[in-house]
């Protein structure tokens, strides 16, 4: 048995995608899947199976949500291993206010074009005096916004429906490391 941890995009945001994590478990163990839990409200699931491929489970789930719920909900696979390097990687391991600490992790690494963009925005952002600072790493775009993320320009535009980073799914540190612990035997 391996355990998985599922990210969901875009659920219980603004009163869309609606989707009550009690009745999440119970359709996620009811398909098989073991030991299911969930973390908050906005989509943070782990759960054991015997599959070995995190893009398998991550289907799997998506496949139930649609199945269950009527809702085609972006999810995103991580083996525990994959998480446990995500927090390892952290380029800011000084912020202790894991609220001004974001992880988007990505479907796949950025490409090249990509790259540039998130480039060109943090050229802007530096530009405007602004200590926000976004790093990317394999497959997870780290996002630094000491001043808060609900005032960051950097973080707007990383996030905006015109982002390249749209199908990734960000989750501030505090989510992240209580994912990892919740991994933990």
Do not use: K
């Not at 989707?19 to 996620?28: E, I, K, Q, V, Y």
């Not at 489970?57 to 972006?74: H, M, N, T, W, Y």
């Not at 990687?89 to 074009?113: G, K, M, W």
Request: glycine content about 8%.
């Amino acid at each position: 048995m391996s355990l998985f941890v599922v990210l969901l995009r875009g659920i219980n945001v603004g009163g869309r995608n609606r989707l009550p994590m009690a009745d999440l478990r119970s359709a996620l163990t009811a398909d098989g899947l073991d030991e299911v839990r969930t973390y908050i409200q906005s989509g943070n699931i782990v759960l054991g199976t015997p599959a070995r491929s995190a893009d398998v489970v991550g289907a799997r789930v998506r496949a139930v949500i649609a199945r269950e719920f009527g809702l085609d909900v972006p999810t995103i696979a991580l083996s525990t291993s994959a998480l446990a390097e995500i927090v390892a990687d952290n380029p800011f391991p000084y912020e202790t206010d894991h609220r001004r600490l974001h992880a988007i992790v990505l479907p796949q690494a950025p490409d090249a074009s990509t790259l540039t963009w998130l480039a060109e925005r943090q050229a802007v952002a530096t530009a405007e005096d602004s200590d926000d600072r976004v790093t990317v790493i394999d497959r997870t775009a780290y996002l630094h916004t000491p001043g808060g993320f609900g005032t960051s320009a950097l973080a707007a535009s990383l996030i905006s429906g015109r982002s390249p980073l749209v199908d990734g799914t960000a989750r501030n540190w505090a989510t992240v490391t209580t994912l990892l612990e919740m991994c933990a035997p």
